[in-house]
């Protein structure tokens, strides 16, 4: 995993799978070994909620009942994100795209250039519940946590045919330690 840097910079990667399926956590360790930014709308949207903008006003309650906040609002706040100059090295967008409407707003911003892969991140069902509760965050409670998994399945679950589609989809077992499946997404990804 020597050049994982050198290999993987200047990638433009997303990260999708259930909630609970680690995604975060392998955003946040991948992000720092090839030196991109880690763009996740969940961090941006817990982050408007603690410092009581009016838009962490509006998401607040939406997010603890386990759905999803209005397309525009996440898209907005995404394409402000991609165009700072820290994402045109590259960028692993984690939390977005989450419905085909917000697929397709990427797709505007990206332009031509696109996505380089989609990194897919499949965990059991039985197990994600359980990691979730675990965890114990605000909107982590079993009613929201079934909910979000519900919403999983019929919003974003399907954005991975339409990236499969074209090619981009690598999929990784997400069962195991943190640098067991670190170890798979670089692989996947050709580094
Ligand atoms: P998880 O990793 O458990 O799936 P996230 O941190 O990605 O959770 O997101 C937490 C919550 O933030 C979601 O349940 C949803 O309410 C909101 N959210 C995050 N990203 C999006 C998005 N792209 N579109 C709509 N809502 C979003």
């Known amino acids: 995993m020597s050049n ?12 999708l799978g259930p909630p609970g399926a680690g995604k975060g956590t392998q955003a946040t360790v991948l992000c720092r070994a090839i030196g991109i930014p880690h763009i996740s709308t969940g ?6 909620v603690a410092r009581e903008t009016a838009l962490g006003r509006r ?13 525009e609002i996440v898209i907005g706040m995404v ?26 707003a990427l797709d505007e911003v990206l332009g031509d250039e696109g996505l380089d892969a989609v990194i897919v991140v ?5 197990e994600l519940v359980e990691r979730i509760l675990k965890r114990g965050r605000s909107d982590d ?6 909910n979000r998994l519900t919403v999983y399945h019929s919003q ?17 077992d ?3 330690a943190i640098e067991e499946v670190l170890a798979r997404i670089v692989g996947v990804l050709g580094a």
């Open 174 to 176: 997400g069962v195991g």
């Open 4 to 15: 994982v840097e050198a290999t993987l910079m200047g990638r433009r990667l997303l990260i």
């Open 156 to 172: 974003t679950a399907p954005l991975i045919e339409f990236y499969l589609g074209r090619g981009l989809v690598r999929s990784v």
């Open 59 to 71: 998401a607040r309650e939406i997010m603890e009942s386990g759905d999803l906040v209005p397309d």
């Open 79 to 104: 394409e402000e994100r991609i165009g700072q100059p820290d994402a045109a090295c590259g960028f692993l967008l984690d939390g977005f795209p989450r419905t085909r409407a917000q697929a397709e």
């Open 141 to 146: 409670t079993e009613e929201a946590v079934r």
């Open 43 to 48: 961090e941006m949207l817990r982050d408007h």
């Open 122 to 126: 499949e965990v059991a069902e039985d």
